[in-house]
Each structure stands twice: as structure tokens, then as C-alpha cells.
């Protein structure tokens, strides 16, 4: 009688068997987090230019015009954060000498959406603003396109690629089409 002894363990082929089983699981699991971050910043840029269209939006309200497309030395999305982010000195006529009051700003702008420090006395300096690709998000009134003399603006992210007209831009407008 032969004493087998028994061996335990793995074989070389069930170990390289298990191992590349881990590693499809975790090219899938790269490639779903991949859509899932991608996702994000969609959102993230959309809600960006959401809250650019209302602040906008309450400009007008008040001012009755659209907030200008260049104002002073500042351009785009320079323009928009000095406009809508600044608390303004506001001078209501009641009485002889009118009274002073500090009006809030029409948007708080998240530090993500900036493309750097604003330094002291904020927003001044503006800064541009950027979507989550880290793309200036570009502004311009009157819109592009307008042909009309109605009141029109145009706020767009380029997007994931950076380049206009390839279908994954997030834009926001108001204006004759």
C-alpha cells in the first residue's frame, strides 16, 4: 500500500484563474466609477449654469437690464462674477438726503466654480468662473445668434472636451433664436 500524502493548498491554475476574475471585476468597477464622476460634473456644471441663469434673472428684476457682457477691464464670466457676486451700496430715495443700505449679492459663488483665489475684498478682483472640467465658462450678451432687439444673453460650458458644438455642452440662453 502507497502512503499518499495529501497535499492542501492551490494550484498555479486556480490562482491565476481567481486572479484575473479580480481584475475584470475591477475594470468594471473602473469604468462604471468613470461614468458615475462624469455624471458629476455634468451635474455639478448644470447647476453652475442654473444658478448664473437666475442670478441673471434677479440682475434684471432689479437693474432692468441683463448684466453687460464687459464691464470696466472685466469680460465674460469676470463680468458676471463682479456683478452678481458683489454686496452693492444701494440708495433708496426717502427724504431730504435718501437713505444707504447694503444690498446682498444676487449669487454666493461656490469656491469650485472660481478659477482661483479672488483675494481680500471679495469679488474683487473677479476671477473667471470655471465648470467642473476646469473650462472657463464662457458669457455673452446679446447672444450670439440674436437677431432681434429683445433683451438676450448666453451663458455655455464647453464641456468634457473643452471644444464647442460636440454635444455635451451645458448651456442656459434667453433671446430670439
Known amino acids: 500500500m502507497k502512503n499518499r500524502r495529501s ?3 492551490f494550484t498555479l491554475i486556480e490562482m491565476l484563474v ?3 476574475i479580480i481584475l475584470i471585476l ?9 461614468g ?4 458629476s460634473r455634468y451635474k455639478d456644471t448644470t447647476a453652475l449654469v442654473k444658478s448664473l441663469k437666475t442670478g441673471c434673472e434677479c440682475y434684471m428684476a432689479e437693474e432692468k437690464v441683463y448684466p453687460p457682457q464687459t464691464y470696466g477691464a472685466y469680460s465674460g464670466s469676470q463680468t458676471l462674477h463682479f456683478l452678481l457676486g458683489r454686496q452693492a451700496t444701494v ?26 483665489n479672488p483675494g481680500s475684498g471679495y469679488p474683487n478682483p473677479p476671477v473667471q468662473l470655471i465648470d467642473a472640467w476646469t473650462n472657463v465658462v464662457e458669457y455673452y450678451n ?3 445668434s440674436a437677431t432681434g432687439t429683445a433683451p438676450s444673453y448666453y451663458i455655455v460650458s464647453k464641456g468634457k472636451d473643452g471644444a464647442p ?3 455635451d ?6 433671446g430670439d433664436d
Open 18 to 20: 481567481v486572479i484575473c
Open 165 to 167: 458644438g460636440t454635444g
Open 91 to 116: 440708495k433708496a430715495s426717502q427724504g431730504a438726503g435718501g437713505t444707504v443700505t447694503k444690498r446682498d449679492p444676487y449669487l454666493n459663488f461656490q469656491s469650485k466654480w472660481l478659477s482661483g
Open 142 to 144: 446679446p447672444k450670439p
Open 26 to 34: 475591477m475594470a468594471l468597477m473602473g469604468v462604471l466609477i468613470k
Open 169 to 174: 455642452e451645458v448651456t442656459s440662453d434667453i
Open 7 to 9: 497535499l492542501t493548498g
Open 36 to 39: 458615475v464622476i462624469d455624471r
